[in-house]
């Protein structure tokens, strides 16, 4: 009986098991090439191509539907103009999809939570002729012809109350947008499209990430804002979203969201956000880069560093002196406090007994301070004089490990950049002090050398300066 019972068990286990599993997740692994209207979006399901099949015609995914499409080619064979239309999704990845033959966009987005688009290729040739659809009081034969989009953003379209988590485009291909020479000037042709048409159904969006995509042949490469001949589509509101770009190839981006439609290539990682003008360039650890041309305000770039997440911090390059300094620094109230106590001192002499030994020409001291308020330590540059090429050799000195060689930077026509990683005592020198066994006589040194502390010293005053700038922009900020 007890061997009965045990197997109806087992039997009721994998029925509850197979049960389980088939009712909570939906997934469609293509066996072959199938047409868009054999396939019913459920929530939850992963359809995947397996790398090598394609899916005719395209989708609407809406009821706030999740859904993952990946390795799959899906083609408008040039009468659908969608592809992937999310009408009111949920939670919508895209992995490794080709898109070609669509007329309007491979995505089309009004509404959805979440949306990521990575590695895959959009391809809008063949589609330049076909135009983008027809407006209330245009005859055909005034409609702007142009490719459709890779990915167009419409956010808020419809009776919809959205709330978009994140939306990331990553390491795609967007290619093949073109225009009618004709129509160049007033189409608003992109590979990538964000508008918002109702801003009173977007209740809130984060920042659109776009990164490391590659642009080819296109009229141009994001386009934000419209010149839409229909009524609608809110200018200001588009201009209010953040939109990150980091690592992308060279990129044309049109600012439609104003009456000027401006124009410009960039290069570069940056975060724009095109109210009040703002654009924020950002270095490669995506830090705002603080240079001659805006140094005068960097007050309030650090105000906006704090309220920016994806900003993690600034880049000061100033001069030939640059550093950074990471966001968890930037606290309002020590700013000026934690510059206050950077210092970097040279001297010709030093009153550390051991080190006196090595007192003479072409030798400097160097006390650094309050050095780690930047993340990795401080670099600059300075001349030393013309006549001089070759090594120098860094010492850091403290009492327990003595004198330590830290860096042999080259001097090219008197031109050297110095590092310095922690605080502490460090020692410059144009000879190795540490070759022969320290002797109470000064070493000699080549006379090319003499100037490297009146030189050096040229230099770090310099950087004590663009810290006693920020120190005074900071409190007359106060």
């Known amino acids: 009986m007890g061997r009965k019972l045990k197997s109806i068990g087992l039997v009721l286990f994998s029925i509850f098991c ?10 469609l692994t293509m066996e072959k090439d199938m047409d868009a209207s054999e396939i019913t979006i459920e929530d939850g399901m992963t359809i995947d191509g397996a790398g090598k099949f394609t899916i005719t015609g395209g989708f609407v995914i809406d009821g706030g539907k999740s859904v993952t499409i990946k390795n799959v080619t899906i083609s408008g064979e040039g009468t659908k103009d969608i592809l992937i239309d999310l009408r009111g999704a949920g939670d919508v990845v895209i992995e490794n999809v080709t898109f070609e033959n669509y007329t309007k966009a491979g995505i089309y987005s009004e509404a959805m939570t979440s949306l990521s688009v990575t590695g895959s290729t959009f391809d809008a040739s063949d589609t330049d002729k076909l135009g983008d659809g027809s407006y209330p009081g245009n005859p055909e034969e005034d409609l702007i012809k142009r490719s459709a989009a ?6 808020g379209n419809g009776a919809k109350t959205i709330d978009v988590k994140s939306i990331t485009i990553k390491n795609n291909t967007f290619k093949n947008v073109v225009v009618e020479e004709k129509d160049q000037a007033t189409s608003t042709a992109g590979a990538i499209k964000v508008k918002v048409k109702d801003a009173t159904n977007l209740v809130g969006i984060g920042t659109i990430r776009i990164e490391e995509n590659a642009f080819e042949n296109n009229e141009r490469d994001l386009v934000i804002g419209t010149n839409d001949p229909t009524s609608g589509t809110e200018a200001s509101a588009t201009a ?9 190839s060279e990129m044309n981006v049109g600012n439609f969201s104003t009456p000027d439609r401006a124009e410009e290539v960039l290069e570069g990682n940056y975060k724009l956000n095109y109210a009040d003008s703002k654009k924020y360039e950002l270095d490669e650890n995506l830090y705002y880069i603080v240079n001659e041309a805006n140094f005068e305000d960097l007050e309030n770039i650090t105000v906006a560093v704090l309220d920016d997440d994806d900003i993690k911090g600034i880049s000061i390059s100033v001069e030939g002196i640059s550093f950074a300094i990471s966001k968890e620094t930037l606290v309002d109230e020590n700013l000026g406090e934690s510059f206050d106590e950077f210092n970097i001192v040279p001297s010709e002499e030093t009153t550390i007994e051991a080190l006196k030994q090595y007192q003479g020409d072409g030798v400097v001291f160097i006390d650094v301070t309050g050095i780690d308020i930047f993340d990795n330590g401080i670099n600059f540059n300075t001349n030393i004089g013309e006549e001089f090429d070759g090594k120098l050799f ?3 000195y403290d009492e327990v490990n003595g004198l330590q060689l830290v860096s042999n930077p080259n001097a090219a026509q008197g031109e050297v950049e110095f590092s310095f990683a922690k605080n502490g005592h460090y020692v410059v020198s144009e000879t190795d002090l540490l ?16 100037a490297v502390g009146v030189y050096v010293g040229i230099g770090l005053v310099s950087v004590v300066g663009i810290a006693g700038a920020v ?4 409190r007359r900020s106060a």
């Open 435 to 450: 070759a022969s066994k320290p002797s109470e006589e000064v070493p000699e040194v080549p006379q090319t050398f003499d």
């Open 150 to 155: 890779g990915i167009d953003l419409n956010l």
């Open 240 to 248: 209010d979203l953040d939109i990150l770009l980091v690592n992308n």
């Open 18 to 27: 197979t049960v389980g599993f088939s009712t909570s997740v939906s997934a």
């Open 471 to 474: 120190i005074y922009l900071k």
């Open 394 to 396: 860094v010492y850091y």
